[in-house]
Nanobody, 124 residues
Framework: QVQLVESGGGLVQAGGSLRLSCTCS???????MGWFRQAPGKEREFVGT????????YYGDSVKGRFTISKDNTADTIYLQMNSLKPEDTAVYYC??????????????????WGQGTQVTVSS
């Protein structure tokens, strides 16, 4: 069974940086791993995703140029490096994994597996 475990959330001041990690227990059927976030009272928002076999990445407009997704050599663990953080980045960040080859990167329905979420709070 595919399980995703996230780590690295916390409290940071505006302008600071954080790095989140996500490890997948069984990547045999997984093509993409990515990140979504959800702030209180808002819909879940696409942050970015990475294709495991070649490292191609896609990002949401609100984080382009500030956030970077990378993977380790095995591609079982991905990272979300968040720089120049803003208070509006405050949310629960969820790792997600997709077995869909022709993915719509920002579509939550293409991600079958989800982590438990990790809180990121950016103070002004």
């Amino acid at each position: 069974q595919v399980q995703l475990v996230e780590s690295g959330g916390g409290l940071v001041q505006a302008g600071g940086s954080l790095r989140l990690s996500c490890t997948c227990s069984d990547t045999f059927t997984i093509y993409y791993m990515g990140w979504f976030r959800q702030a209180p009272g808002k819909e879940r928002e696409f942050v970015g995703t990475i294709k495991r076999n070649n490292g191609i990445t896609y990002y949401g407009d609100s984080v382009k140029g500030r956030f970077t997704i990378s993977k380790d050599n095995t591609a079982d663990t991905i990272y979300l490096q968040m720089n120049s953080l803003k208070p509006e980045d405050t949310a629960v960040y969820y790792c997600a994994a997709s077995p869909v080859w022709a993915i719509s990167p920002a579509s939550t329905s293409d991600y079958y597996y989800w982590g438990q979420g990790t809180q990121v709070t950016v103070s002004s």
